[in-house]
C-alpha cells in the first residue's frame, strides 16, 4: 500500500534559519513519482517539484533544496535562509507508475516563519 | 503557465441545496480532479476524469457527483448538502502525461449551514 508520511504537522522558525521539512514515504512499486506543493494562505497548491524514483540526485533551486534517499524512503525539503513569504502548508506525494492518475498526499507540514 | 479557475472563493448554502462547485482549465489537459480538504485529513480525492464524459470514483464520493460535458470544465455536484460537507474544495488538472504534476486551482471554501 502506498502512504506519505509527513511527521512534523507545524513547525516554527525566526527568518533567516534554515529549516527541513521531512517526508517518507511507503510503496511496493520499483517506479514512481514524488512531488512536493506549497500552500501558501490564499489556497492555491503550487507545484514544486516533481522526481522519479530513478534519480536520487539532489535538487536545488535558489533557496530549496531537496534531499531524496531511496535507502530510507525519505525526500525532504530544506528551505535556506528562510523568508516570512515561505510560510505555508507544505505537501509531500507520492504517484504510482502502474497508477499515474492518482497522486497519494501526505497531510502537509505547516511552516510558519517568524520576523 | 497553467490556469485552472474555481467559479466561487467562497460559498454558502443551506443544508439539502443541490450545489455546484465549477472548475475550469485552459490548457486543454485530458486528465481533471476533485479534492476536498480538512484540518488534520489533508487532501481527500472525490472524482477524477480522464477525459470527456468519463469519471472515476475517488476515496470519498459518497454525497456527490460530477460532470465532464466539456474537456475544459469539470463540476462538482452536492446532490443535496449536508453540514459535513463543508469543507475546502480544489480541483486540479494535468496533461495525461506519465505522472505529470497535477495543477490546482485556488479552492472554493464551502459552508454548509
Known amino acids: 500500500a502506498q502512504k506519505v508520511t509527513q511527521a512534523q504537522t507545524e513547525i516554527s522558525v525566526v527568518e533567516k534559519e534554515d529549516v527541513t521539512l521531512d517526508c517518507v514515504y511507503e510503496?511496493?512499486?520499483?517506479?514512481?513519482?514524488l512531488f512536493w506543493y506549497k500552500q501558501p494562505p490564499s489556497g492555491e497548491l503550487v507545484f514544486l517539484i516533481r522526481r522519479n524514483s530513478f534519480d536520487e540526485q539532489n535538487e536545488i533551486s535558489g533557496r530549496y533544496s531537496w534531499n531524496f534517499q531511496k535507502s530510507t524512503s525519505s525526500f525532504n525539503f530544506t528551505i535556506t535562509a528562510s523568508q516570512v513569504v515561505d510560510s505555508a502548508v507544505y505537501f509531500c506525494?507520492?504517484?504510482?507508475?502502474?497508477?499515474?492518475?492518482?497522486?497519494?498526499f501526505g497531510k502537509g507540514t505547516r511552516l510558519h516563519i517568524l520576523p | 503557465d497553467v490556469k485552472v479557475t474555481q467559479s466561487s472563493r467562497y460559498l454558502v448554502k443551506r443544508t439539502g441545496e443541490k450545489v455546484f462547485l465549477e472548475c475550469v482549465q485552459d490548457?486543454?489537459?485530458?486528465?481533471m480532479f476533485w479534492y476536498r480538504q480538512d484540518p488534520g485529513l489533508g487532501l481527500r480525492l472525490i472524482y477524477f476524469s480522464y477525459d470527456v464524459k468519463m469519471k472515476e470514483k475517488g476515496d470519498i464520493p459518497e454525497g456527490y457527483s460530477v460532470s465532464r460535458e466539456k474537456k475544459e470544465r469539470f463540476s462538482l455536484i452536492l446532490e443535496s448538502a449536508s453540514t459535513n460537507q463543508t469543507s475546502m474544495y480544489l480541483c486540479a488538472s494535468r496533461v495525461q502525461v506519465f505522472n505529470q504534476p497535477q495543477h490546482f486551482g485556488d479552492g472554493t471554501r464551502l459552508s454548509i449551514l
Open positions: 510503496t511496493r512499486d520499483t517506479t514512481y513519482y
Open positions: 490548457m486543454d489537459h485530458e486528465n
Open positions: 506525494a507520492l504517484s504510482e507508475a502502474n497508477r499515474d492518475d492518482k497522486i497519494i
